[in-house]
T-cell receptor
Framework: DTGVSQDPRHKITKRGQNVTFRCDPI?????LYWYRQTLGQGPEFLTY????????KSRLLSDRFSAERPKGSFSTLEIQRTEQGDSAMYLC???????????????FGQGTRLTVV | KQEVTQIPAALSVPEGENLVLNCSFT??????LQWFRQDPGKGLTSLLL?????REQTSGRLNASLDKSSGRSTLYIAASQPGDSATYLC???????????FGAGTRLTVKP
């Protein structure tokens, strides 16, 4: 396992189309995060899973966005009816929670760059 | 609400110089602070993680410090090299939340 993997790396879509991104975390990591990053800004939190449970969602995650992690392994992020404002880098990260220890390092994938035209 | 600020926004130095990047955060109730490196168009590479109970961490030419009470962290890079050119981001993991809050980053250029 070489780290967090995201697919595709780049996606160009027309406004109004639906897109889906995939993230494969590091295999033993039970926590998975999605972030969005626009040019010149730091990543902004979108949502987080512990195993298959989606435990937190940002207000940035409008009803056009949905994320799943059906078996507690890979995750998908779907954007419906894309808008030009959705153009950004979508980053996935994973970490491991062991017992009460939350002080673990997060590892990021290479991201999916979405361009809505 | 946790706000994370990084100063300066951009920094250009000649090769070989030692430098310090700054990160400040408004809420000291954190689990940890992590420094990342990001190359243009790429994902984030973890550099150092400092637990809330720690004051510093070192990895090679990098040293990160944490003063939780004052809401500050610094990343010290010794003997900078052109390959260090990238954007450096700090992120704090808050207590009672599971997300990390990022600064906007410092864009570092090391000139040969």
């Amino acid at each position: 396992d070489t780290g967090v993997s995201q697919d595709p790396r780049h996606k160009i879509t027309k406004r109004g189309q639906n897109v889906t991104f995939r993230c494969d975390p590091i295999s033993e990591h039970n926590r998975l995060y999605w972030y969005r990053q626009t040019l010149g800004q730091g990543p902004e939190f979108l949502t987080y899973f512990q195993n298959e449970a989606q435990l937190e969602k940002s207000r940035l995650l409008s009803d056009r966005f949905s994320a799943e992690r059906p078996k507690g392994s890979f995750s998908t992020l779907e954007i419906q009816r894309t808008e030009q404002g959705d153009s950004a880098m979508y980053l996935c990260a994973s970490s491991i929670r062991q017992g009460q220890d939350m002080n673990t390092e997060a590892f990021f994938g290479q991201g999916t760059r979405l361009t809505v035209v | 609400k946790q706000e994370v600020t990084q100063i300066p926004a951009a920094l250009s130095v000649p090769e070989g110089e030692n430098l310090v990047l700054n990160c400040s955060f408004t809420d000291s109730a954190i689990y940890n602070l992590q420094w990342f490196r990001q190359d243009p168009g790429k994902g984030l590479t973890s550099l150092l993680l400092i637990q809330s109970s720690q004051r510093e961490q070192t990895s090679g030419r990098l040293n990160a410090s944490l003063d939780k009470s004052s809401g500050r962290s610094t990343l010290y890079i010794a003997a900078s090299q052109p390959g260090d050119s990238a954007t450096y981001l700090c992120a704090v993991r808050r207590l009672y939340n599971n997300d990390m809050r990022f600064g906007a980053g410092t864009r570092l250029t090391v000139k040969p």
